[in-house]
């Protein structure tokens, strides 16, 4: 314990004597801040994803009723076996079963989907004979950022292609989350007659199978969590439909979907598009992942949408609706605001109690400490918003009280007890550590006690218990590192009155009169009231 002290001593001496440690200090805190702040993700409220896996199996023309007793209430037995399922929710409806299960916050997700395919392949030879292939999905957290309505007097199938080339553009400048809406999409449709069935020796659901298998490009995973990979090629056309294979010959010739039936391809369903006033639109919808800035992806969003303006006709339109950036934007502006707000009082306090030499080096350890704390946010892959600018408005406060007990003493020590000032500084903060570190301590555990809410909530509330935790740890360095030195370079080891010491000087005299006049008198009251109980 007295070897912790020597040191922790020698570097208070350190720093308070040394010509340019604590001002290198201050310097890197303050660019650490600012460099790591323009680089934090911005966004409404932290991300609470929740991991689910989702198991669809069709049935078509079945009841409700049917599809729970044969195929939900199945599957639901199997899947007691999955680990990590903190809720399962299982729907039946006509023609279709689901079922949602919720994983633990971070379960391996790859674990459990192949857990819950293995749980249901298990079952699946007792699903009714006409019920399709179950399907086994996990689940993508999303987050709508904006939505970009294409309208105009042009037919719908150009609009059509003009959202396919904004879409293009979108994913060449990293915004992968992307869904048309608003417009029925073409259908193509197989028509196949019993005798060609006969003729053929083929089924329905031979045919059906073969265009599954082809008409889907398959998955092949995500990279950095945004960019999806497909492998395959999809085929939608009536041309590519025709020409899909169902099986090979004796004599090496192929039988085709062509061969049996015939393929009709149908034009978009206008009534079903959307429309702006007179004139129709394509609706796309752009959201980002758990690890998107929503304001930056509108940014390039915003930007695409410029590039195409100006190769569209003059008649057609692009314009986004429904911006979360905006919304965004303005709380974290409102919360900007009022933590100003607050910066303004605890200065305006600090300078109408304390001298202003004092005041000015406690106030200086508001931005660095804060400076240090944004930094250490974004190393720790912390955002900014509603909850993390909240938690650092409320250390605004909290930040100053170290520093205001350093710096007093060291004041005091060079007013009353005549130290020169370099002696008294170092002493303020040799006297003023252990209480000084212990109180700070004491807050830190209250706080590190939040991390252990777990769940949902816990998820929601983690970015206050450690944004206080590391202002509080900056403010700390701040305190013992860095305001010593200045201290002794500002107090002065006399006792003339300036100018500009005034307002701390008459509010010092009117807190003395109310101690002598009401304070002080009403203490002797107590004190006498409590001696006559006592008797």
């Given at each position: 314990m007295s070897v912790m002290a020597k040191t922790t001593s020698g570097i208070l001496s350190y720093m308070t004597r040394h010509r340019t440690a604590a001002n290198l200090f201050l310097l890197v805190m303050l660019l650490a801040g600012v460099v790591s702040f323009p680089q934090m993700r911005a966004q409404f409220f932290p991300d609470v994803v929740i991991d689910n896996v989702t198991v669809s199996v069709r049935w078509?023309?079945?009841?409700?009723?049917?599809?729970?007793?044969?195929?939900?209430?199945?599957v639901e037995l199997s899947l007691l076996g999955v680990e990590g399922v903190t809720n399962?929710?299982?729907?039946?409806?006509?023609?279709?079963?689901?079922?949602?299960?919720?994983?633990e916050p971070g379960w391996d997700m790859a674990r459990g989907t192949d857990d819950a395919q293995i749980a249901v392949d298990s079952v699946a030879s007792q699903f009714p004979n006409d019920a399709d292939d179950p399907s086994v999905r996990r689940g993508f957290w999303r987050d709508r950022v904006t939505d970009v309505v294409i309208s105009g007097p042009v037919d719908i199938k150009q609009l059509a292609l003009f959202s396919d080339e904004f879409i293009t553009r979108l994913f060449a400048a990293g915004v992968t989350r992307t869904s048309v809406r608003g417009v029925a999409s073409g259908s193509t449709i197989v028509e196949v007659d019993s005798l060609s069935l006969i003729q053929h020796d083929v089924t329905m659901s031979q045919i059906a199978s073969a265009i599954s298998e082809e008409a889907e490009a398959d998955p092949a995973g995500d990279v950095a969590g945004s960019a999806r990979i497909r492998t395959g090629v999809a085929k939608r056309s009536a041309r590519d439909i025709s020409a899909i294979i169902l099986r090979s010959n004796t004599d090496g010739s192929a039988l085709t979907i062509g061969d049996v039936g015939r393929v009709?391809?149908?034009?978009?369903?206008?009534?079903?598009?959307?429309?702006?006033?007179?004139?129709q639109a394509i609706s796309i919808r752009i959201d980002r992942s758990a690890q998107g800035d929503a304001i930056a992806i509108q940014e390039s969003v915003e930007n695409v949408a410029k590039e195409m303006k100006e190769i569209l006709p003059p008649e057609v339109q692009v314009e986004l609706i429904r911006t979360r950036s905006e919304a965004i934007s303005a709380r974290l502006a409102m919360l900007m605001k009022n933590g100003l707000q607050g910066l303004g009082l605890v200065l305006l306090l600090l300078f109408l109690f304390l001298n202003v030499r004092t005041a000015f080096w406690v106030a200086a350890g508001i931005p660095a400490a804060m400076a240090a704390a944004v930094a250490l946010m974004f190393v720790f892959g912390i955002?900014?918003?509603?909850?993390?600018?909240?938690?650092?408005?409320i250390t605004l406060g909290?930040?100053?009280?170290?520093?205001?007990?350093?710096?007093?003493?060291?004041d005091f020590r060079v007013r009353s007890l005549g130290e020169v000032p370099i002696v008294a500084a170092e002493n303020a903060a040799k006297r003023m550590f252990t209480p000084v570190f212990s109180a700070t301590l004491t807050t830190v555990i209250a706080f590190f006690g939040l991390v252990a809410i777990g769940g949902r909530f816990g998820d929601l509330i983690a970015d206050i218990p450690f944004t206080v935790i590391v202002v509080l740890i900056a403010s700390l360095a701040e305190?013992?590192?860095?305001?010593?030195?200045?201290?002794?370079?500002?107090?002065?080891?006399g006792g003339a009155l300036r100018w500009y010491d005034l307002p701390s000087h008459n509010m010092?005299?009117?807190?003395?009169?109310?101690?002598r006049i009401i304070f002080r008198p009403l203490i002797r009251i107590v004190l006498k009231g409590g001696k006559n109980i006592q008797k």
């Open positions: 078509d023309g079945a009841g409700p009723e049917d599809v729970d007793r044969a195929i939900v209430q199945v399962t929710t299982a729907t039946s409806s006509e023609g279709q079963a689901r079922i949602l299960m919720e994983f009709i391809e149908q034009g978009i369903d206008r009534n079903r598009a959307y429309f702006v006033g007179e004139k955002a900014i918003n509603m909850i993390s600018l909240f938690a650092l408005i909290i930040v100053v009280d170290d520093a205001i007990v350093v710096g007093e003493h060291a305190c013992f590192l860095i305001l010593p030195h200045h201290m002794a370079h500002s107090i002065s080891d010092n005299k009117l807190l003395d009169h109310f101690k």
